[in-house]
């Protein structure tokens, strides 16, 4: 008989799970309390969640996901025939060091790397660069392996993939990593071997690695992937690079509708004094103008000002424009789309929806398929670690949670993002972390002189960086520490007893033949009779032929001094396992 098929929302809270599938509320808490999991009527399980208790009920039933209204979340644009062409999206992606934003800098000839922190980029900038006429938008994606959900998001929102990878370096994970979210992004593949100039340079291993390793063969292999091979410190085949990355987009004939209400997406956003709110958007469809009423998830406003990538004010964004704005009351996630309302109200009511089906879904009461698998598995209560994070622009705050929910800790410690926020770490973060353990991580922000002086009499940790991955060092520093030591016991020998000569209630004086490894002075023992355990012990002395021994090994006879802790009575017969016991401190691989 065929599985029943039952529809079910992204979340569902356990009375209304219980009650599409015909069964009791008390069944299914009981189930979910069998997992580890105390839940009540009202608790939100995700639908992976709810998949995983309908096996382990083992119900004749499949699960299948219900589409919700979408309307306030951004959806795909459907061009229309008017549709006008527009400059390619194109992102900078590759391993760190390889030489983005050097290669960047070299064609819209800035000076950036030099002041980044580390020398790693740390947000997505958006720049826009000319040739031959056309213009050409340029994405910066962050560097380092932390800004993986930051460089996705990169991915998601572009044309073109120019995959920079040193020719004197070779492909690296991060290179994999790009590639594999090029891909995933339907996005084409431009690759850009960069520092040619180096005497260590050797473009030809690094197409080969791409070609077999990757799949992306050179055009002159016969293949169909560009690959230029470039200077960013020279500017060698710089305007052969930018050539080669209008050929590609050219081939994807790429159109943006103008004659509609403009949308986009937050590419960053941060708060900035006497500003405000100053977000980063790329216009994807229609001109974003001054006096424009944005909803952008839970977030609105009126434009105020829109200035370009190099400070300079606009009036008017069109197709595949990156601007900075100012005029939203709060800042929007990174990531989030944007699209315009015809007056404050609407906007505002928008936002208001967005923010309830927000909360509606809030992890905060939500228990999701990775909490309950994670509960099934855990062996022991395990400790918990609680963060909050101030970063200065939201995508830095985004990368650097959905990072540190990447360190593994198998179960055995539970972050907890007790806040976030974008700003300077403020007093109030100090009250909410008072009490709870609680680490205050910023990231490129400043901790204030009083804020710092409430910080030390409320014994709060406040750790700033100006580096992603020394921050993330850190939090894992600190959850290694968190971590119980492991009881490690290594078999050292093992010995037959011969003879019994003294039994007295702390102490047993034996003599027997060593059948393996060997006996030492301080080693544990397993008292064994056939497979049964009767007691543990410690060799408090060694003889071998009545004097006393450091070591006696397999094949040879002696006599034993064990220290007990109650009487044991020890036969003719009985195996010793001898090992030793010590505590390791656990590591986070």
Known sequence: MAEKIVNIADSVTVGELAETLGLSVTTLIGELFKNGIAATINQRLDFETAQIIVEELGLDVQLSRKVVSAEIHHHAHKLSDKAVPRPPIVAVMGHVDHGKTSLLDAILDNKTAAGEAGGITQHISAYQAQRNGRTITLLDTPGHEAFAALRQHGATLTDVVIIVVAADDGVKPQTVEAIRFARSANAKIVVAINKIDKEAANPQLVKTQLASEHGLNPEEWGGDTVMVEVSAKTGQNLDKLLDMVLLVADMEDLRADEDVPAEGLVIEAHMETGRGAVVGLLVENGHLRPGHYLVAGTAYGRVRTLQDFRGKTVKDAGPSMPVNMTGFKELPQFGDGFSIAKSEKEARNLAQRAKIEQEKMAA?????????????NRKHDAEDFNVIIKADVQGSVTSVVDSLKLIDTNGEVELHVVGTGVGNISENDIHLAVGENTVIYGFNVDLPPAVKRLAAREHVEVRIFKVIYELLDD???????????????????????????????????AGGEVKRGKVAKDLLARVKRGEEQIAEVEVSSVQRQQQEAKEVFEGEMCGLSLKTNKKITLEIGDRLEFFTRELVKKTLG
């Open 364 to 376: 905060t009461t939500n228990v999701t398929g990775a909490d309950i698998l994670k509960m099934m």
């Open 475 to 509: 939090a894992k520093a600190s959850m290694e520490a968190l971590l119980a030591p492991e009881v490690v016991e290594t078999e050292i020998g093992e010995l037959e007893v011969k003879g019994v000569f003294r039994t007295v209630r702390e102490e047993v004086i």
